[in-house]
């Protein structure tokens, strides 16, 4: 007999609605009903077939929901089991009159996240669903296949062989990198690689690394909960002026591509930075964030090849794979090597299975097809986004577009905190250029957005830069 709604398993009353479209019409109907309690604790769900067919919808648009929810925590999915209501979902309230206790502080658990944004335009994140998950699959099978018995130990702290004699001649191929694997240090990302370094740094004296006027604040605090000093170099057009750096120890720069700004910065000032650090014994703490995607120019190679005794190389997979990998690496200058492999621990404390793929999709030419194919998605973007403005906000300029995953779009003076506040107003998640300024910055307040383009899929695309474009003034 041939399956109808009536017949069709679990019955669940519904009524999406909303100016969101189905899909998230659906989803706030269902974390409604999760949330004052109609649907209990441990309620099994329709399967996502039989509440389309209730609804009237598509399939997809249900599994969809449903995976949204799944991630929120409002729901849990087990093969075998189906669908069901989190048990640790809010509990419906209480009646009129009726007042509950409040409950104790936890701090260890951590608190519900905020509903995700419409669109998310923050800077930072590349496309995951991109993410070459047949190939990442092959590379690993035939690394799990072909490892030695011993690399499954604790390891050497700096990293599997394998993964940084893979890493030793990618990085000198695309990157300019001097460097051997016995120089290399695997990290899990480059947080974590300057939590390293601010140890180094301190137990060496260093007391104040010198930074850019606008970048990262989490790298910044990174380096100051270490006991470290961050001071703001000035900046002029050309990027950070190194010239005025003076006793400062260290100095954390990105020079590719300056992050957020997105200028390279200029071969003089290149040139300036390492003779400081010849004269002065200071390190250059090179942040290579995002080296692999660059569109109107050729590529700027790497601050080190410069010098590799006085300058740390920081790369990472976040940008050209997926920051869930939790896979980075340091290039170290040779006198470095020890000091940052004992502050890193006694054993390997990045997932060797991983770094393990890593090497084989680095050394098959995997990661090389992943990096081409992302460079042109992301490049037609770019193109889409700059086309947009062109015609729909004329007033408004993008700059540092010749490379990376974001733009930064200048905007009339006093503007930036009410496009932001309308931005959210919208669904739509993007940062201005002041959230990345050093509190003790002494170069001009700048207003502008600093648009993402990497996370949204494909198919997000053209919505994103519509909503975008709807509160630009």
Known sequence: MAESWATSGVDLHLEPAGSGGLRRGLTDALRDAVRTGRLAPGTRLPSSRSLAADLGIARNTVADAYTDLVAEGWLTARQGSGTRVATGAPPAPFGPGERAAAPPADPARPRRERPRPVHDLVPGTPDLASFPRAPWLRAARRALATAPHHALGYGDPRGNPALRTALAGHLARVRGVRTDPDHLLVCAGVSHGLRILGTVLRARGVRTVAVDSYGLDVHWRLLERAGLRTRPLPLDRHGTVTEELTDEGAVLLTPAHQFPLGVPLHPDRRAAVVNWARRTGGLVLEDDYDGEFRYDRQPVGALQGLDPHHVVHLGTASKSLAPGLRLAW?????????????????????????????????????????????????????????????????????????????????????????????????GLAVHGLSRYRHEDAVVEPLDALVVGYGTPPDHAWAAALDALCRVLP
Do not use: N
């Open 330 to 426: 340091m290039a170290l200058p040779p006198s470095l090597v020890a000091e940052a492999a004992s502050a890193k621990g006694d054993a390997d404390t990045c997932g060797v299975l991983d770094q393990l793929t890593l090497a084989e999709f680095l050394t098959s030419g995997a990661h090389d097809r992943q990096v081409r194919s992302a460079r042109l998605r992301y490049r037609r973007r770019r193109d889409t986004l700059v086309e947009a403005l062109a015609a729909r906000a004329p007033d408004v300029r993008p700059t540092g577009i010749a490379a990376g995953l974001h733009a930064v779009l200048r905007l009339p003076p006093g503007t930036e905190p009410p496009v932001v506040q309308a931005a959210a107003w919208q």
